[in-house]
C-alpha cells in the first residue's frame, strides 16, 4: 500500500513495498507448489533498457534474481549482451507482468501472472524508472498492457517496426518457443540484429 499517495515514490522504498507485498498469498497457497510470494523487483531509476517479462518461473523464484535460467541465457543471446551487463543495473531493468512466480497449471506450464500485481504496482514502477528509452515486450501479457490491445504474439511481433523507436515485442526467449522461432526464421533474421544495434548504441550512451 502507497503510504503517502500525496508524495512521489522513491525506487527504493517502492522496491521495499514491493518486497514485502504478499497480496497474492491465498492464491499461490492454493497452487500445486503452494508456495509463498517472493517478489523478484530489479528496478533501476537510469537503466536505458527495461525488459518487460511474464513472472519469474520456479528456478527465479528459488534464486531471487531475474531471467538466471535457460530463458535468460537466451535472451542474452538475442540482445548480443553477456550475463555481467545484463545484472547491471545501470544498463538493464526488469519488469514483469507479476513479481511473482505464480505456480503451475495441471499441463505443467507456468500459470499466467495475477493480473492484481500489474494493478497495484505496475504503473508506480514505471514511474520511478524515467531512464528508459526502450522497452522489450515480452509476451502477450506485457504486450497486452503496453501496447493497448490484445494480439496473438505473432502478429504483434511480426509488427514490431510499428512499436519502435520506444518498444519492442518480442516473443519469449522459454525452450516452449523454441518451434516457434523455427517456424518464424525472420525474427532471429530480421529483429534480434536489430535489437542487437539498439541495445548497443543505448548501452554505449548509458550514464
Ligand atoms: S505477484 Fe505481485 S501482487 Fe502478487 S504477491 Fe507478488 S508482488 Fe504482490
Not at 538466471?68 to 540482445?79: A, E, H, P
Not at 553477456?82 to 507456468?110: E, I, K, N, Q, W
Not at 514511474?127 to 515480452?138: D, F, S, W
Amino acid at each position: 500500500m502507497h503510504l503517502r499517495p500525496d508524495q512521489p515514490d522513491s525506487l527504493a522504498s517502492l522496491t521495499d513495498e514491493v518486497l514485502a507485498c504478499r497480496a497474492c498469498a491465498d492464491r499461490f497457497a492454493a497452487t500445486r507448489t503452494r508456495h509463498s510470494p517472493r517478489p523478484v523487483p530489479w528496478l533501476s531509476a537510469t537503466a536505458p533498457i527495461l525488459v518487460c517479462g511474464q513472472a519469474p518461473g520456479a528456478r527465479v523464484h528459488e534464486l531471487g534474481r531475474p531471467f538466471d535460467d535457460r530463458s535468460g541465457d537466451r535472451l542474452r543471446d538475442w540482445l548480443g549482451v553477456d550475463r555481467a551487463t545484463f545484472y547491471d543495473r545501470t544498463r538493464f531493468a526488469v519488469l514483469p507482468m507479476a513479481f511473482c512466480f505464480p505456480g503451475y497449471d495441471a499441463s505443467g506450464s507456468d500459470l499466467p501472472p495475477p493480473p492484481l500485481c500489474a494493478s497495484l504496482w505496475r504503473a508506480r514502477a514505471l514511474a520511478v524508472m524515467p531512464g528508459v528509452r526502450l522497452t522489450l515486450l515480452i509476451g502477450a501479457h506485457a504486450q497486452r498492457w503496453h501496447l493497448g490491445r490484445a494480439r496473438p504474439v505473432s502478429e504483434a511481433v511480426a509488427d514490431w517496426r510499428a512499436a519502435l523507436p520506444d518498444l519492442l515485442p518480442l516473443p519469449h526467449p522459454s525452450w516452449r518457443n523454441t518451434g516457434w522461432l523455427k517456424r518464424n526464421p525472420w525474427f532471429e533474421a530480421e529483429v534480434v540484429p536489430e535489437l542487437r544495434a539498439r541495445v548497443a548504441t543505448l548501452l554505449d550512451t548509458a550514464p
